[in-house]
């Protein structure tokens, strides 16, 4: 086969370049890891990446794919890298100690490139840079997301995105926040805040509303990095993360009917994804025998007992009053007290679920009122129920959540 | 190695509630981590400032000489005073602000000088 119609016959074939875009997002935050480490200059290695892809997406559908795509895109990388800084001629320090760097270890030994990813996830989600800004540095560095694609994932303009992300980048530079795992006495407070950023990029993903696909697409990226810094950190709370995350996604499919949101208690569990549910289970095992529970094993726990049950009546709802009552114990927040109170509702009725919710001081969270508006109706309190349901629906912004709480408001009858 | 600005951000208003005691105690305090950071290697400059009323501003762009009385800027916290470190990064940085910022008693904005290669950030 001559290397044209090679080309000719991959242009043709959307598996293939889906093939190629797999593999680039997957490689993307390993190379980008290891060429910052190399230049010292997370713009030159971006760059760098860059323009490597672009060489890529020439040369694979012709050449096919390398054996070792990952080794090839950062020699690839490296070697523009040095032609950028000879061509730019630019001769200050750093770049020349870089281009000495690099031409000592091209090509690129097997050195320790798990590290380079670790590295990158905790310069991104460094507690000096804002929580939006964390997360957009995450996606886009170790994601391998475009500006574009993380612009529009989060309802932004994408200058406003792009601005974002170089701001960060050069705050990184101007006050040097280290290229480096954290000594081990912080390593515990700034792994929950990896975490913190892995958990907002799943919800923004899966609290999205139906039918925009890079919305979906956040939620798997986020299991992807989830799964990534698991294999390179080990500690329960990440696998609790991962669990609670699978165990979630499980339900995407059952979550949504005909543009309805359709609650736990409603979802056809057939629909439920059986190997995630599995995947989730087994972790959340592992993790619970380690004998140190955090918030987000917890939760993972909670679910997995809601996953367990074949039908929503069979629900062991005591363990999950109880697994709520040790997360507030570590983690006392009222979100998790109303998430207890509506369990409360299922085991000492809506009456004494209704009296919890209450006394919680969560005036504009609008789950809050829809837990109200839940158990006023239980009680046949329906007036009260109606203005819930309204209040809560003037707070709520997911198009499949208004039409699910504008079918209940209307279920109620006069 | 990045020179960093250590500001102490006070509410002067705040101030008149602390009782001698306690201002002895700062005192003392930020005494201590002078002498630890200056032991450690990464002190370079510091300052306490008076109170912000007894600050004068002049201005003399493009050749004006305009005179006012008080802090530049109207605020209810100003600077209190500062420290000039050395620090291999950030990381370390913090840390020996959030130090300072325990002895003396204020929240402690952490600023990295230009390096020589001029601002890395606008």
């Given at each position: ?7 000719d ?122 929580p ?9 560095l ?30 990184i530079?101007a ?24 958990y ?119 363990q999950?009053?109880?697994l ?69 629906l ?10 699910h ?10 | ?6 500001s ?24 201590r ?6 032991a ?27 005179v ?55």
């Amino acid at each position: 086969m001559s290397p044209g119609t090679g080309s000719d016959r991959a242009a043709l074939d959307p598996q293939f370049a889906e093939q190629i875009s797999g593999i680039v997002r997957a490689e993307h935050g390993r190379v980008v890891a290891t060429l910052i480490r190399r230049l010292g200059d997370i713009d030159l290695a971006e760059d760098a990446v860059a323009e490597a892809l672009v060489t890529a997406l020439e040369r694979w559908p012709a050449d096919g794919i390398p054996p070792n795509p990952g080794a090839w895109l950062t020699t690839t990388a490296g070697n523009k890298a040095i032609d950028r800084i000879r061509r730019e001629g630019k001769r200050d320090l750093k770049h020349k100690e870089a281009l000495d760097m690099i031409d000592d270890s091209l090509p690129e030994p097997t050195g320790p490139v798990a590290d380079d990813r670790l590295r990158l996830i905790f310069i991104c989600c460094h507690p000096a840079l804002a929580p939006e800004n964390r997360i957009a540095l995450t996606l886009r560095l170790l994601g391998g997301l475009t500006v574009a694609e993380i612009a529009r994932a989060f309802l932004v303009p994408e200058t406003t995105m792009a601005q974002r992300i170089t701001r960060s980048k050069q705050k990184i530079k101007a006050a040097n926040i280290p290229y480096q795992v954290p000594r081990e006495a912080d390593l515990v407070e700034r792994l929950a805040g990896v975490l913190a950023v892995l958990y907002l990029i799943f919800n923004e993903g899966y609290l999205a509303s139906a039918g925009e696909g890079l919305r979906e697409d956040l939620s798997a990226e986020a299991i992807r990095l989830t799964r990534q810094v698991g294999s390179l950190i080990r500690s329960p709370e990440i696998d609790g993360l991962l669990a609670l995350m699978l165990l979630t996604e499980a339900r995407r499919d059952a979550r949504i009917a005909d543009g309805v949101l359709v609650t736990l208690d409603r979802q056809d569990r057939s629909r439920w994804d059986a190997d995630l549910v599995d995947e989730g289970h087994a972790l959340v095992r592992r993790c619970l025998a380690a004998g140190r529970p955090g918030p987000y094993q917890l939760q993972a726990a909670i679910n997995a007992v809601h996953t367990d049950a074949l039908d929503a009546s069979l629900t062991d709802w005591r363990q999950i009053v109880q697994l709520y009552d040790q997360l507030l114990v570590i983690q006392p927040s009222p979100i998790a007290e109303l998430n207890r109170a509506v369990a409360v509702a299922e085991l000492d009725g809506p009456d004494v679920a209704l009296a919890l919710v209450e006394r919680l001081d969560l005036p504009d969270y609008h789950p809050a009122l829809v837990a109200r508006a839940e158990l006023l109706r239980r009680l046949d309190r329906r007036t009260e129920a109606r203005a819930a349901y309204d209040a809560a629906l003037a707070l709520s912004a997911n198009e499949a959540e208004r039409a699910h709480l504008v079918r209940r408001r209307e279920s109620l009858g006069s | 190695m990045t020179q960093y600005l250590l500001s102490v951000i006070h509410d002067w208003n705040d101030l008149g509630d602390v009782s001698d005691e306690e201002v002895q105690e700062m005192f003392a305090a930020t005494g201590r981590f002078n002498d630890e950071i200056q032991a450690s290697g990464h002190w370079v400059f510091a300052g306490g400032l008076e109170h912000p009323s007894t600050a004068t501003v002049v201005n003399g762009v493009k050749g004006a000489n305009i005179v006012t009385d008080g802090p530049y800027l109207e605020a209810k916290e100003h600077l209190g005073g500062f420290w000039v470190i050395e620090a291999a990064d950030l990381d370390e940085a913090l840390e020996i602000g959030r130090r300072g910022s325990m002895a003396c008693g204020g929240a402690v904005e952490v600023r990295p000088f230009q390096g020589e290669d001029g601002p890395a950030g606008a």
